[in-house]
């Protein structure tokens, strides 16, 4: 599986973005896909996940926020991100997690895409 993401900028506090991450390669073995990012100095953390029954988990500081969402036609991720505080400056990178017949699990990365909040 290949990720390619992209969307990111510079936007204003209160501003929005929307973030893109589009699958190729095997994408019938995609258990789920997500976004996660990692500010300077801090560990990477999980913002938000769906699984491919549209089940959705968000981080608590983002919830109410950012909304994620996958187009299948497209093999498309996307993570919307309105209300953006300084806070949410950070490398965002998008996740895909595959499982096989026999229940493994494996992680696929696309390149980080670089969301700054300022004024």
């Known amino acids: 599986v290949q990720l390619q993401a992209s969307g990111g900028g510079l936007v204003q506090p209160g501003g929005s973005l929307r973030l893109s991450c589009a699958a190729s390669?095997?994408?019938?073995?995609?258990?789920?896909m997500g976004w996660w990012r990692q500010a300077p100095g801090k560990l990477r953390e999980l913002v938000a996940v769906?699984?491919?029954?549209?089940?959705?988990n968000y981080a608590d500081l983002v919830k109410g926020r950012f909304t994620i969402s996958r187009d299948n036609a497209k093999n498309t991720a996307y993570l919307q991100m309105n209300s953006l505080k300084p806070e949410d400056t950070a490398v965002y990178y998008c996740?895909?997690?595959?499982?096989?017949?026999?229940?493994?699990?494996?992680?696929?990365w696309g390149q980080g895409t670089l969301v700054t909040v300022s004024s």
């Open positions: 769906m699984g491919n029954g549209g089940s959705t």
């Open positions: 390669g095997n994408i019938a073995s995609i258990d789920r």
């Open positions: 996740n895909a997690v595959t499982r096989d017949p026999w229940g493994g699990e494996y992680d696929y």
